[in-house]
């Protein structure tokens, strides 16, 4: 008589975090106000800075870096930001439309309530990254590297991931629509939760993303086109 397996044990994803107020931040009592004339610096580092109301329009502060510093109720119109830093930095209310954000490096940051429209962040690199109610609305994430990042309870209207690498990334929540993956690389990319899983391109690159069995009916016809499955009753 052949021995009876145990059965595995289900592994239970991760809870999502949970967003944060100023006064949790572990830098909060050092952060001083931003007196920067209304004007941020290229190759400039922003350290401990509480930017607050601010409203920067045609910024050009290409590879400045900000650590341990807060945003709250600022608006980024246009700009050039590519290869600038975020380490430690967390944004409540923060609007980007049509900013330059491409080759950025974003690290134990936290973004609530924001939003990014027309936003160029190609080959941009994040890494223990969230984003909490947060609308992304045609934002270019082609090439980008996104490790341990999760989006909750957010709107990702348009968004490109194609050839992007993304790891240990979660939606719980968040409305997907008409998100594309082209060519991008997927590991452990838990899809279970999310609100709606619109996918209009790049279905042939989910290999590595985990999704719940209802998701996996609603994506078969799109699984079998983009395999050259012929599905037919006759």
Same mark, same amino acid.
């Given at each position: 008589m052949p021995a009876q397996r145990t059965p595995r044990p289900r592994r239970t994803p991760p809870a999502p975090p949970a967003p944060r107020e100023l006064a949790d931040l572990p830098y909060?009592?050092?952060?001083?106000?931003f007196d920067g004339g209304g004007r941020l610096e290229r190759e400039r580092t922003y350290d401990t800075v509480h930017f607050d109301g601010d409203g920067f329009h045609g910024a050009d502060a290409g !590879?400045?870096?900000?650590? +341990?510093?807060?945003?709250?109720?600022?608006?980024?119109d246009g700009g050039r930001y590519r290869r600038a830093r975020f380490n430690d930095v967390w944004l409540h209310t923060v609007r980007w439309v049509g900013a330059d954000l491409a080759e950025t490096d974003w690290t134990d940051t936290e973004a609530v309530s924001g939003a990014l429209a027309g936003v160029e962040a190609f080959e941009a690199r994040m890494r223990?990254?969230?984003?909490?109610?947060?609308?992304?609305?045609?934002?270019n994430l082609r090439a980008a590297r996104l490790r341990d990042v999760y989006f909750v309870d957010c709107l990702l209207r348009?968004?490109?991931? !194609?050839?992007?690498?993304? +790891?240990g990334v979660a939606f719980p929540g968040s409305v997907l629509d008409g998100v594309r993956l082209e060519k991008a690389r997927l590991a452990r990319v838990d899809l279970r939760d999310a609100a709606w899983l619109g996918i209009t391109a790049g279905h042939d690159s989910l290999r590595g993303a985990?999704?719940?069995?209802?998701?996996?009916?609603?994506?078969?016809?799109?699984l079998a086109r983009?395999?050259?499955i012929e599905v037919r009753d006759d």
């Open positions: 909060a009592q050092y952060l001083q106000p !590879g400045a870096g900000f650590m +341990e510093s807060a945003f709250t109720s600022v608006e980024f223990r990254v969230a984003f909490f109610n947060c609308k992304l609305d045609s934002v348009d968004v490109d991931f !194609g050839e992007a690498v993304l +790891e985990i999704v719940s069995p209802a998701q996996l009916l609603d994506l078969a016809p799109a983009a395999l050259g």
